[in-house]
T-cell receptor, first 112, second 114 residues
Framework: GESVGLHLPTLSVQEGDNSIINCAYS??????FIWYKQESGKGPQFIID?????DKRQGQRVTVLLNKTVKHLSLQIAATQPGDSAVYFC???????????FGQGTRLTINP | DTAVSQTPKYLVTQMGNDKSIKCEQN?????MYWYKQDSKKFLKIMFS???????INETVPNRFSPKSPDKAHLNLHINSLELGDSAVYFC?????????????FGSGTQLSVL
């Protein structure tokens, strides 16, 4: 069935370090993956996305890696800043499903 | 200009009441959604509409009735509110209903049923 899970519900990193948030998915027919950031009291904000024909995509301070062999997705945030504190969600679209299915989220906290 | 705006931001009401949440998007998108986020932050799709036509109804109780008067608006009416309806409801929009493109979310409506 469709499901998106996370290895760690919480992640605490030092300011300036790199953060890696992981996500596992179960459906090999998933063709699109996306990461969102949700700050307290706000709606989810788009960070970066990747299609299944790619392994890696980079944005500003963020990189998404897709390993289709083990059905694993990760979000890397370089030089983590206090403003990166939020809950991060991965989501997937199964081909033809016409919807994004979200994982439970990882809370990222930044230590000064 | 807010791309996806929903009102109200907070809604506190008694069990058994009927309430509505409104959503509007000015992005020119064809597709709009309602998602429900529970207390554990889990986001689950409820409905999607494409150009006023229902695309997805994710086995939501029929006490929830979405209405899309035009493609820029998607409202959610809830009858006979129950305690379990307490959650944050997010409206979102996307270019199309394909599902393989990013969603733009509103800021959420926190519904508390007492």
């Amino acid at each position: 069935g469709e499901s998106v899970g996370l290895h760690l519900p919480t992640l605490s990193v030092q300011e300036g370090d790199n953060s890696i948030i992981n996500c596992a998915y179960s459906n090999s027919a998933s063709d699109y993956f996306i990461w969102y950031k949700q700050e307290s009291g706000k709606g989810p904000q788009f960070i970066i996305d990747i299609r299944s024909n790619m392994d890696k995509r980079q944005g500003q301070r963020v990189t998404v890696l897709l390993n289709k062999t083990v059905k694993h997705l990760s979000l890397q945030i370089a030089a983590t800043q206090p403003g990166d504190s939020a809950v991060y969600f991965c989501a997937e679209n199964v081909q033809g499903a016409q919807k994004l299915v979200f994982g439970q989220g990882t809370r990222l906290t930044i230590n000064p | 200009d807010t791309a996806v705006s929903q009102t109200p931001k907070y809604l506190v009401t008694q069990m058994g009441n009927d309430k509505s949440i409104k959503c509007e998007q000015n992005l020119g998108h064809d597709t709009m959604y309602w998602y429900k986020q529970d207390s554990k932050k889990f986001l689950k799709i409820m409905f999607s509409y494409n150009n006023k036509e229902l695309i997805i109804n994710e086995t939501v109780p029929n006490r929830f009735s979405p209405k899309s008067p035009d493609k820029a608006h998607l409202n959610l009416h809830i009858n006979s509110l129950e305690l379990g309806d307490s959650a944050v409801y997010f409206c979102a929009s996307s270019l199309s209903y394909r599902g393989d493109e990013k969603l733009f979310f509103g800021s959420g409506t926190q519904l508390s049923v007492l």
